[in-house]
């Protein structure tokens, strides 16, 4: 029971008492036997006391069962008496330590710590350590002071540290760091000892979620700074194998440009660094999607859309699949590769009127799906395919839409709708990789995804044909490269704008080797 419970008892208890003795004629059988008493402990307020010779102190009982008396161990050293709930301790002429015992009527009693002499003060330690922000526990372990209120302590440099007393009976305290930089805390005793405490708070040292990056060519990684002073830069030994670049406040995105290996490293504000092993290697194989699994592209900075990603009148989609197997009437035989259900989507489906063996490249667009495009080219199974649409806004009529399948333009066998309605489009919203309408899923393998915002040329399609391209190329808005440098990913972060994610529906454990992951001129 706590001490306010032990006290509110006591008030009962009275109570209790009061109404006995009130009680008139017929009431003793209303009257039950006491139980057992619920005792308090005896508390002071100084447990350990410090005096000279021949020197007085009082010591309070903020608690106990009143009737007390006193008793030293040795009273040659010091001797105590008692009167109500005041403890006078008196020092003798020898110099040592004892105990002076206090009990209460209930005999419940208490020690008082007695030390005479002339002490030198003491901490616990002389100096500490720190980062901003960190607290750690000192004690004064000796001195010339019976209470906290004894102890002068003066801060020489109150923004670096302050100081609090934790324990209102103890000289226990807390330190804690506010700035970087250096202090002293000095204790001052009754007899003028001193006692200085050095107080060092350095900058926060550097954490990054991963201190041995590694990167596909091409590829990019983003890594977290979690703890550090603000104010980051990044910068890589060899830029050749691997590009660093801040994005952000505490993030930055290292991007694969040679095999090899190269330093990155990180510094901040205070001067601090920390220096990480970047490795960049040729990757093999590609994300297999399998039958279900897809990217999700939510197109937003610090969740705020990038509206960079609407109102375009200029788009060039390009991919490389592979696709396992071809979808059903379940999914309306339609293998989504990328983009926007009913706004701008690059998909493979069945011709009109055709066999539903038979499956070509085709652009789907406008809110009823009214404009389709579709090549000549049939798709096969387990075959990779680069494959490209471009959107060309200066263009008028069928000149306005393009699809590539390898590197060549096709010719078109369906052109349906009017393409000249298909301007200020918006890939803000509802943006996937290996998915539509929910369903239709790839159901294959995929190597790289790039979305740019102009149209590229027949020349500059047949030039990136099973490439991947340099992330500062003009209009290249975003990259993602969908290779095993790290097993099992969650996501993939685009090498070219800002990092935007391509979030996998579930993770990625299954891989599909590609020969145009080889290293490349």
Not at 444 to 460: K, M, N, Q
């Amino acid at each position: 029971m706590n001490h306010i419970s032990k006290y509110f008892s006591a008030l009962a208890g009275l109570a209790l008492s009061a109404a006995s003795v009130l009680c008139v004629s017929g009431c003793e059988d209303k009257i039950e036997t006491e139980g057992p008493k619920d005792l308090y402990e005896v508390i002071v307020n100084k447990p350990v006391v410090r005096i000279g010779q021949n020197e007085t102190v009082e010591v309070r009982i903020i608690l106990g069962n009143e009737d007390y008396s006193v008793w030293s161990y040795d009273t040659e050293i010091a001797g105590a008496s008692v009167s109500g709930d005041v403890v006078t301790i008196t020092s003798g002429s020898r110099n040592g330590a004892t105990t002076v015992t206090v009990t209460d009527g209930e005999g419940v009693s208490a020690d008082i710590s007695v030390n005479v002499g002339l002490f030198e003060l003491e901490l616990s330690t002389d100096a500490l350590s720190l980062e901003p922000e960190e607290s750690r526990n000192i004690t004064v372990s000796m001195g010339n002071f019976s209470s906290n209120g004894e102890l002068k302590i003066t801060v020489a440099d109150e923004g670096v540290a302050d100081i609090v007393n934790t324990d209102l009976l103890r000289p226990y305290y807390e330190v804690s760091a506010l700035s970087v930089g250096s202090t002293t805390i000095t204790f001052r005793d009754t007899k003028g000892k001193t006692a200085v405490l050095d107080v060092t708070v350095n900058p926060f040292e550097i954490i990054v979620s991963n201190l041995l990056p590694r990167v596909g060519v091409g590829g990019v990684l983003t890594v977290e700074i979690e703890q550090g002073n603000g104010g980051y830069s990044v910068a890589s030994s060899d830029e050749t194998v691997v590009l660093a670049k801040m994005d952000g406040e505490d993030l930055f995105r290292l991007t694969g440009v040679g095999e090899g290996q190269a330093t990155v490293t990180v510094t901040d504000a205070m001067g601090q660094s920390l220096t990480l092993n970047a490795t960049v290697v040729n990757a093999t194989n590609a994300a297999n999607l399998g039958s279900g699994n897809y990217f999700s592209v939510p197109f937003t900075l610090d969740g705020v859309v990038d509206e960079s990603f609407s109102g375009l009148d200029n788009i060039t989609f390009e991919s490389r699949i592979n696709i396992s197997s071809l979808n059903g009437d379940d999914n309306a035989s339609i293998n989504t590769v990328m983009g926007v259900e009913k706004i701008f989507l690059l998909r493979v489906d069945v011709h009109k009127g055709g066999s539903k063996e038979d499956r070509y490249l085709q652009l789907s667009a406008d809110d009823n799906g009214g404009i389709r495009y579709e090549g000549s080219t049939k798709i096969e199974p387990d075959t990779w395919y680069d494959v490209a649409v471009v959107l060309d806004g200066s263009k008028s009529g069928s000149e306005r839409i393009s699809l590539y399948v390898n590197g060549t333009k096709e010719a078109l066998q369906l052109t349906n709708g009017n393409p000249d309605e298909l301007k200020d489009v918006d890939l803000t919203s509802n943006f996937y990789i290996g998915r539509s309408d929910g369903k239709r899923p790839l159901n294959g393998a995929i190597t790289f995804a790039r979305i740019w915002t102009r149209a590229l040329s027949d020349t500059e399609i047949a030039a990136n044909t099973g490439k991947t391209v340099p992330a500062s190329t003009d209009g290249l808005a975003a990259n993602w490269i969908f290779t095993d440098v790290i097993s099992n990913a969650s996501s993939f972060v685009s090498s070219a704008g800002s990092p935007y994610e391509a979030i996998a529906g579930s993770q990625i454990t299954s891989w599909l080797a590609d020969s145009a992951l080889s290293p490349q001129e």
